[in-house]
């Protein structure tokens, strides 16, 4: 059992039991622990682009939810961010992720490959804030107000090449900072892919912010992906690199465990993980289990994108 748990692709199964750990993180948060956790929020990052000006942003009215939003004491208490360690809390070790400056090159099958500043990126495009659901492949799920821009709007300052098929998503690389890379075992760095049909897709959205202010470190920072209708892991944090390319990227949960993690992992109730359900969710910072939905609920935008394709394994 020790050696199952050193690995990192069983170390799902036992964030895949939360319940127990989410119960006593309450716990916590109900004492004077929580007072010192919330206040930990505010970060050092929030500085340099609130002088840009920029958050918050306008709300976008066309993406809305069924559901509450999460309070920020649920969804930045209980992060996936594997760069920083293995469990939920890695707030106290993303403090030392460094955002700025920050650069995110744009390259591969493009016009004319590209390095820009995360800041000028945002002043170029500009911000919205839309309010989206959010899936894990482990059942948990929460809503929240992210601000951002479309990435179809990064892909036509890109102006792919024909050629190209699909884009890749690389998180940064860097030991020094980042503990959980020196576990040689995980093939660093975190790599995501999307065809590009579907980072045309109006939904997929390139993350600066939330809750109306720059992303704090243990969501992203400074920029991440999210992709409502698949899975949480398909949501690439503290990105690097865009790269346009024309063959299917072999992403981070692919190398480690494929039989588990596939490449198109769009949400799917009634195709369980080989050792869960995917039937239902539990929503952070309730004790309610919520049914799950096909697409996450955003088949209506993007059921089309699978139309051919239903010979894939389209479903993790
Ligand atoms: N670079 C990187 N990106 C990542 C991850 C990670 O470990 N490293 N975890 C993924 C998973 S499994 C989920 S559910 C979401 C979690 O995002 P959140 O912490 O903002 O809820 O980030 C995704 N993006
Ligand atoms: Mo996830």
Redesign the pocket.
Known sequence: MYIKRQRGWEIPEHLATPEAVFLSRRTLLGGAAGLAVASAFGGGRAVAAAESGAYPAPQNGAYTLDRPVTPERY?GDY?????FGTSKTVLPAANALKTDPWTIKIDGLVEKPFEIGVEDLIRKIGLEERLYR?R??EAWS?AVPWTGFPLSKLVALAKPASGAKYVQFQ?FLDKAMAPGQRQFFYPWP?IEGLTLAEADNDLAFMVTGVYGKPLPN???API?LAVPWKY??K????LVKVSFVAERPKTFWEGLQSAEYGFWANVNPAVSHPRWSQASERVLGTDQRVPTLIYNGYGEQVAGLYKGLEKERLFV
Not at 79 to 83: A, S
Not at 235 to 238: F, R
Request: proline share 0%; glycine share 10%; aromatic share 22%.
């Open positions: 969804s992060n996936n961010f594997y760069e959010h894990c492949v929460m998180t975190y243990q969501f992203g991440r949480g892991f949501s690439a944090k503290s």
